[in-house]
């Protein structure tokens, strides 16, 4: 029995003859249309009032405004090798014509080498002139001549109201001199420093700032410097509407005395040591309790007395402090917080009790050894 043959088609006419007007374009080339041709470009509307006040910052502000990179030293575990490796980057500011730049003492920690790229793509090498954990700020210099430095011009945080106009200027993901309006979103926030202490007078906003900008100046509405971006809060590391930046009020009494000292000159009472707060929450204590008071401390003068040991071998503990100025103590921390709004020479009401009995004393601050 004879099998019939079957004809196959090629497989590109099938397609051909399945797609109208397919085999007109291959023969013919492609329609053309007289509508192909670049749009009318519309003339530009006036930029408005707040717009032009925008750019008139941002133009002005930026100069100012630098990006660092840091890297670090590792050793190789095998050849024992030292090489450096990238660490970060983040944004700071230029203070004076003294070639010193104010950024977040997060951004350069842990760095063996430090870089500083200004406004005008010029990089130097910067050192550190000194740093404040506490309230997440440092300090860099760079050598440059005057001329080329335009230090930000710096305003005030305590008259900022809710709804204000804010300006972040910084580097984020690396992107240089990248813009974000917002506003004042509240004010009075506190957090936590890598030291793990209270950054008090936090000026939340919701400004766009992402991984990059910390270290760089938050602005108000007219190019004064209201804060320095310092953290986000996100669930994902990106930007989620909530930001937060250090007081500049607070950064106007820190960085002076980091240019001339290197360092904060700290105010205190001189307590030596205290009981731990965990362990004096433990056992029901609300304040701070003195374990060692050096009698020509600031506290000893004062007629504070810290724990003492018995015959029998007991420790009986010192004064526990309840208040400073009439703000209550409950913790080291809180101490800090209070004492940190002085300087050295200030005297300072401080409410205790021992064996029962609530006293207060009054102590001249002293300057603390770091």
């Known amino acids: 029995m004879r099998v019939p043959r079957i004809r196959v088609l090629p497989l590109f006419l099938l397609l051909a003859s399945a797609i109208p007007g397919a085999c007109s374009c291959a ?41 660092i990179t840091t890297s670090a030293l590792r050793r190789d575990f095998w050849s024992m090798n030292v090489f450096e490796v990238p660490r970060g980057s983040g944004s700071g500011f230029v203070w004076d014509t003294g070639g010193h730049i104010v950024t977040n003492f997060h951004v350069i920690a842990g760095a063996s080498r430090i870089t500083v790229v200004t406004a005008d793509r010029a990089e130097y090498q910067a050192k550190i002139v000194g740093t404040d954990p506490d309230h997440d700020l440092a300090v860099l210099r760079i050598t440059t001549p005057e001329k080329d430095l335009v230090p930000v011009t710096v305003g005030s945080s305590k008259d900022l109201k809710v709804g204000q106009k804010t300006l972040a200027i910084g580097n984020p993901f690396g992107l240089d001199h990248s813009l974000s309006t917002g506003v004042v979103s509240a004010l009075g926030r506190t957090n936590r420093s890598m030291s793990d202490r209270t950054i ?24 004064r410097l209201i804060g320095v971006n310092t953290q986000i809060v996100s669930p994902s590391g990106a930007f989620a509407g909530i930001s937060f930046a250090v007081p500049v009020d607070m950064v106007n009494r820190v960085v002076p005395q980091l240019i001339a000292y290197g360092k904060i000159i700290k105010p205190g009472l001189g307590v030596s040591s205290v009981l731990q707060d965990g362990i004096a929450a433990r056992y029901g204590i609300e304040g701070v309790v003195l374990m060692r008071v050096a009698p020509d401390s600031a506290a000893g003068r004062a007629g504070l007395k810290g724990a003492v040991e018995t015959q ?7 004064d526990v402090i309840t208040a ?7 913790t080291l921390d809180d101490m800090q917080t209070i004492l940190d709004r002085h300087k050295v020479g200030d005297r300072v009401t401080v409410e205790y009790t021992r064996d029962g009995k609530k006293l207060q004393a009054t102590v001249t601050l002293q300057e603390l050894e770091q």
């Not at 007289?34 to 530009?44: K, L, W």
């Not at 008090?200 to 190019?223: C, F, H, K, R």
């Not at 400073?324 to 409950?330: H, N, P, S, T």
């Open 200 to 223: 008090e007078g936090v000026i939340q906003t919701d400004a766009a700032v992402n991984p990059g900008n910390s270290g760089g100046p938050l602005l108000d509405g007219s190019g």
């Open 324 to 330: 400073i100025d009439g703000e209550k103590v409950v």
């Open 27 to 67: 023969q013919g080339g492609p329609r053309t249309s007289p509508a192909a041709s670049p749009r009318e470009v519309a003339p530009p509307a006036a930029l408005g009032a707040d717009e032009l006040s925008t750019i008139q910052v941002f133009e002005a502000a930026s100069r100012s405004v630098v990006f």
């Open 312 to 318: 029998d071998g007991e420790i009986l503990l010192g």
